[in-house]
C-alpha cells in the first residue's frame, strides 16, 4: 500500500506504507494540487490527476466537476468515476484516453464512490 500527502508548497510525497521509504517527490507550484480522500486534485477544484503506478509520474490532468472527493476504478481498470462534492454530480472518465465521458447529477454532496463489477 502507499499513501500520498501535499504539503502547502505543493510537494506531494509517496510513501511505501510497509516499509516507510518515500517512494517519490513530486515537486509543482502549491497552486497545481491538493489531496482530500486519496485523490490529487488541483486547487481550482475541477481535475483530478491521473499517476503512473511505477514511476509516480503525471500523466494528465482530467477536468471533472467541482471538488472531487472519491474515485474509483473498475475492475478492468477502463473507467473511473469521479464524486464532486460540491457540483452535485459523478464524473466518469474514459482511462484509456484519459478524458472525461459524461458527467451525470446524482444529488447533494456526493462524498464517496465504489463501482461494484
Known sequence: MQI?????DGVAKIW???????LVSLK???KDFALVSSVLYSLDGSRIAIIDSKSHNVLSFVLTGKRPWSVDLSADEKTAIVANGLSDDITVVDMVSMQP???L???RIPH???IDD
Not at 4 to 8: E, H, K, M, N, Q
Not at 16 to 22: C, M, S
Request: glycine share 12%.
Open 4 to 8: 500520498a500527502i501535499v504539503r502547502s
Open 16 to 22: 511505501d506504507t510497509i516499509t516507510g521509504a518515500e
Open 28 to 30: 509543482g507550484d502549491k
Open 101 to 103: 465521458v459524461q458527467s
Open 105 to 107: 447529477p446524482i444529488g
Open 112 to 114: 464517496t464512490v465504489v
